[in-house]
């Protein structure tokens, strides 16, 4: 067993990415995450690991040092909160687009605009459906717990080295803020120069030997024939991550009547109403994606048929609901719940929803 | 006379580096990029330095310099180039890195970024071409375009009271002290185009000595966004933009040049 | 054994270092603990909750409506948790600052003087070691060695010749609390 731990969301990740091996981190200060990048700092990973740690003077600037680490064959990190996420899109786009791996979390506050420093689930849409510009995708971890902030460190870079993909791990202020016993894993010793180059020689931009030809990272092609190619190839990349990726857990489906889909905090929430609801004598269930894209559409899928209805709770006006419709395509009627703007649903809110909204409805 | 009798090793009075490529250069014919994108090579090939060396090159006309550099290169996003250099000098001190930006996308959208890295003392080099225009756009207004200069978004030339003035932002960097060596040049002589070879050479090799940051200016022509020839552009550039940009070094060993 | 606790009281008297160190001793005894703290420019002087909860189980939600202990430190905390203690709950105050006492029928209401007893021992700062104190004494649903082992845990190495004092306070406030009838 590994050392056990009471920390934060924000700190377990820090602590995790030092464990992990992580070359560099970049960022800029945002409430409700600002204790990753001083966790860093206070626990002087230069001479821990020989991470590298640097206050970028804007998230715009962060963001393209990611790149330029990541472009390197450097193993990175960086994380914000919702408006710095905003102005993260762009470069989000270049390192998707230039398939580069690095791993980016956000810890997501209410919006929109400058909006609110406490918990949401607001940023759905933009993580899983785009959010910079272009046809790309993210592959998106949504931790539940203090611990998942710590392992989807470990599990992110493994995709993203898997995939040549950034990986987002799209958490909330609340997963952030809280305390929880954790359990850090070993030390990791960093890659070596050497061990970088024979991994991701052929690809990054660490200086041109005689022996083969330059890389060039870039996400431009002027021809459009080439650029539709690329395009080609970054779907059937996504196809791959969505047969093989999946991820999810379900709490008593097995004779659920009804199920409450959540993800994240949300999640965390509902399974005290789930258990408020057995104790009613409702056969209710309780599915949490883990991976929002690829989302489990297959898995709900095969739930639906045996279901009376679907609450999708979660900390917005409605995102996930859209992707819960499309799997299982009307078949079964689903419905919304969430409180947002910064307010977190009790347990309680979402047993009544479930309640009126599906139960009676 | 055969053709074969002239092409020999002795008679040999230039040659092409290695470290340029030979794809055809996408630049305008009188266009300053490609000698400035020469001398830069050859410094690398000079130190040995190809194996070693990651350039950046932003959105501009030298969006595509690494069609033409035989090195490791990234492409990056319009103004973030200095912050893409950070990321990779920082995990790789002892490489070579330089930053390859015109003054749209240096002094204007991504002043922050410039100024930031200078000001950190960042150890890499940044090579800047201003030409006082948007070139790849399609001649619209930099931040560098001088008072009363035409261009497709000053149709009636550049107005200081509505359009603000001219950038000088090399003087400006050359204020931080996390920058060591400042300088401007220009390419349009071949007396210019050693000097700027030799400013090129010692940024690279103070680079390698970790004195923080250099920043050479090269001021260069736009004939095509100027609607000049050639050689009118650099007649032009030599009587309009030299009085306003003044060649020779700004900052040196650490310290400013006091000129006077 | 679930123990879902609302501490709540004025920043700057202890609340989330009282929570972080009831959470420590319970991981110190193989239990799953979760710590929820409301946070942000409410914290700057204002008021400050946390909700600690200690479980033999995995802990589902860690924000909750309603607690089997509340542990109020002034008024407006008062105003606002008096009302979510579980029917059979314990409510623990500090009566020092408070001008309206709990008045409900239902729940076990204790006081634990411990600003008084803070002061006559001469250490304002152990304030909240004695409040909790009184809670374990009650609820002594972690043992006084897991509480000094997550002490230790929780207080960075050059604050640990204060452990002591703390343990001290703890002690105080055990032998303290106060039944409570509600008017």
Redesign the interface.
Known sequence: MGE???MKGNEAIAEAAIREGV??Y?GYPI??QSEVIEYLMMEKPEERTGM?V?Q???E???I?????????G?K?FTSSSSPGISLYQ??IS?IAG?ELPCVIANVVRGGPGLGT??PSQADYFQTVKGGGHGDYRLLTLAPASVQEMADFIELGFELAYKYKNPVMILSD??IG?????VELKEQKPRWT?QEINEMNGSW???????TRE???????D?DSAKMEQHNHHLQAKYRKMESDEVRFETFNTDDAEYLIVAYG?SA????????LARAKGIKAGLFRPITLYPFPMKALAELAPLLKGILSVEMSAGQMIEDIKLAVECNVRVEHFGRYGGI?H???EVLEALEQKIIGG | MDIKDIVKEENLVYKKTPLMTNNVLSYCPGCGHGTAHRIVMEVLEELGA?????G?APVGCS??A?EFM????????H??A???????K???PD?YVFTYQGDGDLAAIGT??TI?ACNRGENFTIIFINNGIYGMTGGQMAPTTLKGMKTSTSPYGRDLGSMGNPLKITELVAQLPGTYFVTRQAVHTPAAVRKTKKAVRKAFDLQKENKGLCFIEIVSNCNSGWKMSPVKANQWMVENMFPFYPMGDVKVDGQLVIKG | MTEEIIIAGFGGQGVLSMG?IL??SG?MQDQ??????S???EMRGGTANVTVIVSDER????????YDTAIILNQQSMDKFESTVKPGGLLLYDPNGITRHPERKDINIYAIEGARLAAEMGNTKIFNMIVLGAYLKLKPIVKLENVILGLK??LPERYHKLIPMNEAALKAGMENPQEMVSA
């Open positions: 056990l731990k009471l070359d560099a970049f409430t409700p590298v640097l970028a003077e804007s715009l600037a962060a393209n040092m990611v790149y330029g680490a990541a472009a390197a450097k990175v762009e470069g270049y230039a420093i406490q202020g609340m803020q809280m305390m929880e016993k120069d990054a931009a660490i200086g041109k030997p005689e330059r890389n060039i990272i870039t996400s431009l002027l905090s965390r929430i509902a399974q005290k109403s789930l258990a977190i009790s347990p309680e | 190809q194996a070693e060396t990651i950046v969006v595509l690494y035989n090195i490791d290169m990234i492409q990056a996003a103004g973030r200095p912050a893409v250099a950070t990321g990779i920082r995990c790789y490489k922050a970024e930031h | 972080k959470a420590y991981i799953e603990v979760s710590w929820m703290p946070y942000g420019p802990i589902s939600s860690p924000i909750l409506n309603f845990k929780s």
